[in-house]
């Protein structure tokens, strides 16, 4: 599923948060988290669930689709 890249990254610095840090909640590499956030790697439904949780906030924001 594509979504809007920057937000991954925008949200996780909000939370001073490292790039590792959120691969290892998720169970993933580094690398592959990275290319989630750069737009390289399409997300699954199942993590894009499990980073809206971690960050508070909704599906639609996270992908985008909502400014709040």
């Keep these: 599923m594509k979504y809007n890249n920057l937000r991954l990254k925008e949200l996780r610095i909000e939370k001073e ?10 169970c993933v590499s580094k690398s592959l988290y990275s290319r989630y956030e ?3 790697r399409n997300v699954s439904l199942d993590v894009l669930i499990k980073l809206a949780d971690f960050y508070d906030v909704t599906l639609d924001y996270l992908v985008g689709r909502t400014d709040y």
């Design 17 to 26: 948060k490292r790039q590792i840090e959120i691969a290892n909640f998720l």
């Design 38 to 40: 750069n737009g390289e």
